[in-house]
């Protein structure tokens, strides 16, 4: 003897053990969506209906809503409701009814282009590593475009977006997407406009809704291509045949857009990184231009004459260092400039600003502590001056008496090496006499 629910519960467990996934086409009537989110809905034909429950979690994948008379195609499992004892299909999924002429329409289109060897890896091009110019073939008023925008501006605000409109839907957009194409392509090669990539595509749909990207003309406008091509049909589940045509599939237009476009604060990072490295390299230099500087200093000797000439090899030296640091910072200037430049192309405005007014503040405290540098290796070379000078022959001048030399330039230590007539030189402190000998004693 059984219970009704042992009956309904043995009934259910064979029809769900006898019964795999189905399909089962006819007309929705009765058609109920309550606030919990599931559908349920019978599917009938001329002669029977049989009841369908769709669940919240399967039918959030479904494009569209479907209505009393719509004709559909469902697959689904064969089950029975316990509590009324009821015989139902559980649904999986749920399209319009002319999507299987249109799956099949599919196949044979994959299948053909297949065979060509149209989808080969060997004939797909590499995408750009930095992309500055996009060029976009979608509807300018569906979601696709919103969302790539939304993307670029998010991640790299500096790429210049080129949208090439076309119909995305309906009779005609694949010729003029296919037309679109040729069109970027053929303005690339002419000059008129500068493009890395394009990306075609468009939002989610139904296999109808998509089926401009399932179609020849497109598939091979893509393939002819000279320009790299990513291909962003629909959300992630959809694959179209301009999907298996492109050089690089996206699972939705999002991530097309994140797929070229690099992110800026990768960027920020590694200018900060840079500058960072630019600080060391500076501080090491000046370092060594100051020991050797020190070093040079050390070597300096007396008396006068080689003071002068070291003081003047020093004065020559400062100036190559001088030079050299000046030379150092104009290559790191540049250096700074240019990492600014492409920053700035690719970076928000307020962040670059941030950084200049902090190198320019890291640039004058540098010459600040350079000027000071210089300026106490000027006082130390000043006060060495005066110690040689207050030990050099010179100082005798000062004090009234004189070096003399004869006409040859030798100094006269006797009066005896003189004759009345000659013509001698004597150096005094501030210049030098001419004289005449008139008379030796």
């Given at each position: 003897?059984?219970?009704?629910?042992?009956?309904?519960?043995?009934?259910?467990?064979?029809?769900?053990?006898?019964?795999?996934?189905?399909?089962?086409?006819?007309?929705?009537?009765?058609?109920?969506?309550?606030?919990?989110?599931?559908?349920?809905?019978?599917?009938?034909?001329?002669?029977?209906?049989?009841?369908?429950?769709?669940?919240?979690?399967?039918?959030?994948?479904?494009?569209?809503?479907?209505?009393?008379?719509?004709?559909?195609?469902?697959?689904?499992?064969?089950?029975?409701?316990?509590?009324?004892?009821?015989?139902?299909?559980?649904?999986?999924?749920?399209?319009?009814?002319?999507?299987?002429?249109?799956?099949?329409?599919?196949?044979?289109?994959?299948?053909?282009?297949?065979?060509?060897?149209?989808?080969?890896?060997?004939?797909?091009?590499?995408?750009?590593?930095?992309?500055?110019?996009?060029?976009?073939?979608?509807?300018?008023?569906?979601?696709?475009?919103?969302?790539?925008?939304?993307?670029?501006?998010?991640?790299?605000?500096?790429?210049?977006?080129?949208?090439?409109?076309?119909?995305?839907?309906?009779?005609?957009?694949?010729?003029?997407?296919?037309?679109?194409?040729?069109?970027?392509?053929?303005?690339?090669?002419?000059?008129?406009?500068?493009?890395?990539?394009?990306?075609?595509?468009?939002?989610?749909?139904?296999?109808?809704?998509?089926?401009?990207?399932?179609?020849?003309?497109?598939?091979?406008?893509?393939?002819?291509?000279?320009?790299?091509?990513?291909?962003?049909?629909?959300?992630?589940?959809?694959?179209?045949?301009?999907?298996?045509?492109?050089d690089r599939r996206a699972a939705t237009p999002s991530a097309a857009a994140e797929l070229l476009s690099p992110d800026q604060h990768e960027w920020q990072q590694r200018l900060q990184t840079t500058e960072g490295n630019l600080v060391r390299a500076i501080q090491r230099k000046l370092a060594a231009v100051t020991t050797h500087l020190t070093h040079l200093s050390q070597r300096l000797k007396h008396p006068g004459a080689q003071l002068r000439e070291r003081a003047q090899r020093l004065d020559e030296l400062e100036q190559r260092l001088l030079l050299a640091q000046k030379n150092v910072l104009l290559r790191h200037r540049g250096a700074v400039a240019l990492l600014e430049n492409r920053v700035m192309a690719q970076s928000p405005l307020p962040r670059l600003e941030q950084l200049q007014r902090d190198t320019l503040l890291r640039r004058k405290q540098l010459e600040t502590a350079m000027r000071q540098r210089l300026q106490d290796c000027g006082n130390r070379l000043t006060h060495m001056a005066q110690m040689l000078d207050s030990l050099s022959p010179l100082g005798t001048l000062q004090r009234g008496y004189a070096i003399v030399t004869d006409s040859n330039g030798l100094v006269v230590r006797e009066a005896g090496s003189v004759s009345i007539g000659d013509e001698i030189e004597a150096r005094v402190a501030n210049g030098r006499l001419g004289l005449t000998v008139k008379r030796v004693d």
């Open positions: 003897m059984l219970t009704v629910s042992q009956l309904n519960r043995q009934a259910k467990t064979l029809l769900d053990s006898h019964f795999d996934f189905v399909w089962v086409e006819g007309e929705i009537s009765n058609f109920a969506a309550p606030s919990s989110g599931h559908w349920y809905f019978s599917l009938k034909d001329g002669n029977a209906q049989v009841r369908c429950a769709m669940f919240k979690n399967r039918n959030q994948r479904v494009k569209f809503t479907p209505s009393n008379g719509d004709a559909i195609r469902l697959r689904c499992r064969v089950s029975l409701y316990e509590g009324r004892g009821e015989f139902q299909l559980i649904v999986e999924h749920l399209e319009h009814a002319g999507a299987g002429a249109l799956q099949a329409a599919f196949e044979q289109l994959k299948a053909k282009l297949l065979a060509e060897g149209l989808f080969e890896s060997v004939r797909k091009q590499p995408l750009p590593t930095s992309v500055s110019h996009l060029g976009v073939i979608t509807s300018p008023t569906g979601a696709a475009i919103h969302d790539i925008l939304t993307i670029l501006k998010r991640r790299c605000p500096a790429i210049d977006v080129l949208l090439l409109p076309v119909p995305v839907q309906g009779e005609g957009a694949a010729a003029l997407i296919a037309s679109a194409i040729d069109r970027a392509n053929r303005w690339q090669k002419e000059g008129k406009i500068q493009l890395d990539a394009l990306i075609i595509g468009r939002g989610g749909g139904s296999l109808e809704d998509l089926w401009a990207f399932n179609e020849e003309i497109v598939a091979r406008a893509i393939a002819a291509s000279e320009l790299p091509v990513v291909s962003a049909v629909g959300h992630e589940v959809d694959f179209s045949i301009a999907d298996m045509a492109a």
